[in-house]
């Protein structure tokens, strides 16, 4: 009974009950750029960390990976509309980072799916006079 009553609030808050959290950010972007980069070239290694401590990890440090939404990836992207080629590093840095996440089945589904970086090409192309 009390499991069902546990599982009640969890939905009425928007939590999949059966789900456990997965690791904090910070560490699952730490074994990303260890593993993932092993073999990188140092530079694009750098920037990658670089684009998801400065933008991503500024907000969700401490927050579990599974309960980042693809709202927080908007307000992320969204911020940086000014610069867009920094948008939209940012934006392939994220998406691989989920990509991966979801392949080592740290997460269901990645919050990236679906959204597209080529609306971030055109802001930068507009001639703005």
Do not use: Y
């Amino acid at each position: 009974m009390r499991a069902r009553k546990r599982t009640i609030v969890c939905l009425a808050r928007g939590v999949h009950a059966t789900v456990e959290d997965a690791p904090a950010c910070e560490k699952v972007v730490e074994d990303f750029i260890k593993i993932h980069h092993a073999q990188s070239r140092p530079r694009t290694r750098n920037e990658q960390e670089r684009l998801l401590t400065k933008h991503f990890l500024k907000t969700h440090k401490e927050t579990p990976l599974n309960r980042v939404t693809v709202q927080d990836v908007l307000a992320i992207t969204d911020g940086l509309k000014k610069l867009p080629s920094e948008q939209l590093h940012t934006h392939r840095a994220l998406k691989a980072f989920f990509k991966w996440a979801c392949a080592r089945k740290l997460i269901e589904k990645s919050p990236m799916e679906g959204l597209r970086a080529r609306a971030f090409l055109l802001i930068g192309t507009l001639n703005l006079r």
